[in-house]
Structures are given as structure tokens and as C-alpha cells.
């Protein structure tokens, strides 16, 4: 087993796949891309990641350049399969929120923050619509659970996690919503956690 992953330090993604490593106790090299030098878009970053995207995981042959793809590798090859039940009604409900994580999550949350501390240029107003329809669904999921897809930790609460704590730097406040607060202390007292730095505006 050799592990490395190539990450950028403020990608939530790039959370997701550090924090699942440590979860699980796996020692690995880190290379940090740097995207504004776009060392993301280098010819020889493209060979491992063909859309010139962090993060990507390899594992001596393997190469995984998706941060929910990440998950399942490592989840399917070094966790107990507490991470991601392999029954059809668990795998189903975990690939939910999966889908979740590169869908709502992605529109709403990942995007507002691209706007706010990047100035990228998309529709806030999109962005915040988005984070509400998937923050009032989140609430009303967690408000009598402690995790979104079992009664334990999976690999569902680990792609939801990084940029729904960082949520406030798009101006999305999540305070409001009670059983998401709860949950974020579900994860972050999970043996292994490392925190989602937050990042200051670029002066
Ligand atoms: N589906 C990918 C998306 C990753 C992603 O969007 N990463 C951003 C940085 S946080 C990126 O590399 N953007 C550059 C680009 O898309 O050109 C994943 O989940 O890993």
C-alpha cells in the first residue's frame, strides 16, 4: 500500500478524502496542487486527473480523481463495512447522499463559497436556493437521527461534512438548523477527526 493524495488546502473536497484517511488511521504522502500557480492543469497532473480536478487518491496502480469515488475505495478496501453497508437499502441510501455531495451540495454550499471568497462568477441567489432546499431536507432527515444514512458513522456523513462546516464562508448560515449543528459535533467527535480549516478572503 503506498497512499497519496493530491489535495489543495481550502478544497472541501480535498477535506472529504483527508478526513476519510484519518478516520480510518492510514498513513499517506500528501502533494498539495497548487490551482491558482494552475498546477491542476499541468500535463502531467491531467494523466492522473483527466478533468484537471482535485482532489485525486492513488494507491500504488490505482487512481481515483473524484472525492466520492475516494471514499468508496477506501471505504471498500481498508474500513469495516460499517462505512458503506453493502445491503441494498444501506448502499442505496448512502449513494444518496453521495449524489447529494457532487449534486445539492455542489449547487448550493460549494458554489455560494466559490462566489464569496474566490469571486467566481455564478448566480448567488442560485446557490443560496439550493443550500436552503438541501439544508431544510438535512434538518428534517437528522431532527430524529444521529447520522444521515445508518445509526453510525458512514461514509455519507464524511462527504456532507467539510463544506457544509464551511458553509458561513458563502454566507450560508447553517446555525439556524439545529440537528445539522448537532451532527457536525456527531463527526467532529469521531476518533481521528481533523478539522476543515477555515479560509480567510485573499486580501
Ligand atoms: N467531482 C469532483 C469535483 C472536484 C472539484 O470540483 N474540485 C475543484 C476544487 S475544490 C476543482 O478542482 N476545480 C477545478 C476545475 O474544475 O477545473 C470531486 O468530487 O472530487
Redesign the pocket.
Given at each position: 500500500m503506498a497512499l497519496t493524495l493530491y489535495d489543495?488546502h481550502v478544497?472541501?473536497?480535498?477535506h472529504r478524502v483527508r478526513l476519510f484517511l484519518s478516520l480510518l488511521g492510514l498513513e499517506h504522502a500528501t502533494v498539495e496542487i497548487n490551482?491558482q500557480a494552475g498546477e491542476?492543469?499541468t500535463p502531467e497532473y491531467l494523466k492522473i486527473s483527466p478533468?484537471?480536478?482535485?482532489?485525486t487518491l492513488t494507491d500504488d496502480d490505482v487512481v481515483i480523481?473524484?472525492?466520492?469515488a475516494a471514499l468508496v475505495y477506501l471505504a471498500k478496501k481498508y474500513g469495516s463495512k460499517q462505512w458503506l453497508p453493502e445491503d441494498p437499502p444501506g448502499a442505496a441510501k448512502i449513494q444518496r447522499w453521495l449524489s447529494a455531495?457532487?449534486g445539492e451540495l455542489y449547487r448550493g454550499p460549494v458554489l455560494a463559497r466559490a462566489i464569496k471568497l474566490f469571486g467566481r462568477d455564478f448566480d448567488y441567489d442560485a446557490t443560496v436556493m439550493w443550500s436552503k432546499r438541501l439544508y431544510d431536507w438535512m434538518q428534517n432527515e437528522l431532527s430524529n437521527r444521529q447520522w444521515l444514512a445508518a445509526e453510525h458513522a458512514t461514509i455519507a456523513d464524511v462527504a456532507m461534512y467539510s463544506y457544509t462546516k464551511v458553509a458561513n464562508e458563502g454566507e450560508i448560515d447553517v446555525s439556524t438548523y439545529p440537528a445539522i449543528c448537532r451532527w457536525m459535533m456527531n463527526v467532529e467527535a469521531l476518533e481521528g477527526f481533523i478539522p476543515m480549516t477555515q479560509s480567510s478572503k485573499p486580501a
Amino acid at each position: 500500500m503506498a497512499l497519496t493524495l493530491y489535495d489543495t488546502h481550502v478544497s472541501g473536497h480535498s477535506h472529504r478524502v483527508r478526513l476519510f484517511l484519518s478516520l480510518l488511521g492510514l498513513e499517506h504522502a500528501t502533494v498539495e496542487i497548487n490551482m491558482q500557480a494552475g498546477e491542476h492543469k499541468t500535463p502531467e497532473y491531467l494523466k492522473i486527473s483527466p478533468l484537471g480536478q482535485v482532489p485525486t487518491l492513488t494507491d500504488d496502480d490505482v487512481v481515483i480523481s473524484d472525492s466520492c469515488a475516494a471514499l468508496v475505495y477506501l471505504a471498500k478496501k481498508y474500513g469495516s463495512k460499517q462505512w458503506l453497508p453493502e445491503d441494498p437499502p444501506g448502499a442505496a441510501k448512502i449513494q444518496r447522499w453521495l449524489s447529494a455531495a457532487s449534486g445539492e451540495l455542489y449547487r448550493g454550499p460549494v458554489l455560494a463559497r466559490a462566489i464569496k471568497l474566490f469571486g467566481r462568477d455564478f448566480d448567488y441567489d442560485a446557490t443560496v436556493m439550493w443550500s436552503k432546499r438541501l439544508y431544510d431536507w438535512m434538518q428534517n432527515e437528522l431532527s430524529n437521527r444521529q447520522w444521515l444514512a445508518a445509526e453510525h458513522a458512514t461514509i455519507a456523513d464524511v462527504a456532507m461534512y467539510s463544506y457544509t462546516k464551511v458553509a458561513n464562508e458563502g454566507e450560508i448560515d447553517v446555525s439556524t438548523y439545529p440537528a445539522i449543528c448537532r451532527w457536525m459535533m456527531n463527526v467532529e467527535a469521531l476518533e481521528g477527526f481533523i478539522p476543515m480549516t477555515q479560509s480567510s478572503k485573499p486580501a
